[in-house]
């Protein structure tokens, strides 16, 4: 009997141990969790609102609304995901259980306990400035994708569908993205920040992915070789984008790498002139390059290596012991022959990459020759 006492003795104090381990390592995840960076607004006459104070009775109505609607409320992980994918926002990274989305009047609110997002509508005469129409439309859309819904949206509250791409980067939904674009005022430099960057309050980090659509829709996809450039007016503010990086740097996330990633799409595209012009200024710039492996930007890489040239003086010139040289139509022996040209004649290069170079002979035509068959004067 002592035996046994003696046992379950044991096992009482393992389980005690094993909860308050459990305990303490769900207090230190608390304390790791960060405060909702927008809950706080100042409404400009020197008075603040605090949204972790949204009157209970606001959610309970919307709630009831979306239920009344036969609303299908996610569960916590699709909650999650949509709220993180859509809004940029990881809730699980806060400890609030409501969580403005941006700094706003009116901001989209992420309802955590609800799995929801309430939203108000300052134009609409209903009570709390809840409009049923947009509550439904906007979260069915947010979280089903509903065709429906969006097209609610883009003839009720087209702003709201621009901000999902513009402000907050969302492009999963690429007939969304393309409706924004064909509209979009990419001359605009506030607007083409906005697009671009997420403002923190602190620092401004890219928004990377939207660059792959404006490559895409914009200018219909990337560049072979740099001889050519794509039309489109996409790029058009970048240069005075990276010259504000580079007077203000540490209002960037990261700006070295920001400023270099703007010029690979630009290179992307066949826009040279910004990155030709920033080499010429700062000296240092190819060697830091070089010092950080080019960041992994393999057309950025492969244009200072290869293209770039300080604004200096060579010229090439045809060097043949034949008396002449074929310009040919791909970079190999067997292509198609374009044009022979004479030893002795000077050539413009286009592209120094590889063994086989993107020349342009003096009758403007433009095909590849072997590089052991040019000299540089």
């Given at each position: 009997m002592k035996t046994l006492s003696l046992l379950f003795a044991f096992i009482l104090l393992s389980c005690n141990g094993k909860e308050g381990k459990d305990r303490l390592q769900n207090n230190k995840e608390i304390t790791t969790l960060k405060t909702a960076p927008y809950n706080i607004t100042d409404e400009g006459d020197g008075t603040k609102s605090n949204y972790d104070d949204l009157s209970p009775e606001f959610?309970?109505?919307?709630?009831?609304?979306?239920?009344?609607?036969?609303?299908?409320?996610?569960?916590?992980?699709?909650?999650?995901?949509?709220v993180s994918e859509i809004f940029s926002i990881n809730v699980k990274e806060y400890s609030n259980p409501i969580i403005a989305l941006r700094l706003s009047m009116f901001p989209e609110v992420a309802i955590r306990e609800d799995?929801?997002?309430?939203?108000?509508?300052?134009?609409?005469?209903?009570?709390?400035?809840?409009?049923?129409?947009?509550?439904?439309h906007f979260n069915s859309y947010v979280f089903y994708n509903t065709?429906?819904?969006?097209?609610?949206?883009?003839?009720?509250?087209?702003?709201?569908?621009?901000?999902?791409?513009?402000?907050?980067?969302?492009?999963?939904?690429?007939k969304l993205v393309e409706s924004i674009f064909k509209k979009f005022d990419f001359n605009s430099l506030s607007e083409m920040e906005e697009l671009i960057f997420i403002d923190s309050g602190t620092q401004k980090k890219l928004k990377k992915q939207i660059f792959d659509d404006i490559e895409t829709m914009i200018y219909k996809g990337k560049v072979e070789d740099f001889s050519y450039a794509k039309e489109g007016n996409g790029y058009l503010r970048i240069g005075e984008i990276i010259n504000t990086i580079s007077a203000s740097?540490?209002?960037?996330?990261?700006?070295?790498?920001?400023?270099?990633?703007?010029?690979?799409?630009?290179?992307?595209?066949?826009i040279q002139g910004d990155i030709e012009s920033y080499l010429n200024k700062n000296s240092k710039y190819q060697s830091d390059l070089e010092k950080n492996n080019f960041y992994d930007l393999h057309t950025l890489?492969?244009?200072?290596?290869?293209?770039?040239?300080?604004?200096?003086n060579a010229i090439f010139i045809v060097q043949d012991a034949d008396g002449y040289t074929n310009l040919r139509k791909d970079k190999n022996s067997s292509s198609q022959i374009l044009q022979k040209i004479n030893t002795g004649e000077q050539i413009d290069v286009l592209d120094q990459s590889g063994d086989w170079w993107l020349v342009v002979s003096k009758e403007g035509k433009k095909g590849y020759v072997h590089k052991s068959r040019i000299k540089t004067e």
């Open positions: 959610i309970k109505t919307a709630k009831k609304i979306l239920a009344q609607r036969k609303f299908q409320f996610p569960d916590e992980d699709t909650f999650n995901h949509k799995q929801f997002i309430f939203i108000q509508d300052v134009n609409t005469n209903e009570p709390e400035f809840i409009n049923p129409d947009l509550l439904y065709p429906v819904s969006y097209v609610w949206l883009q003839s009720n509250s087209p702003n709201l569908l621009y901000d999902l791409v513009v402000h907050y980067g969302y492009n999963k939904d690429k740097p540490k209002e960037y996330d990261e700006p070295e790498q920001t400023i270099s990633y703007l010029f690979e799409r630009e290179l992307r595209v066949g890489k492969k244009y200072v290596k290869y293209i770039y040239q300080k604004e200096s």
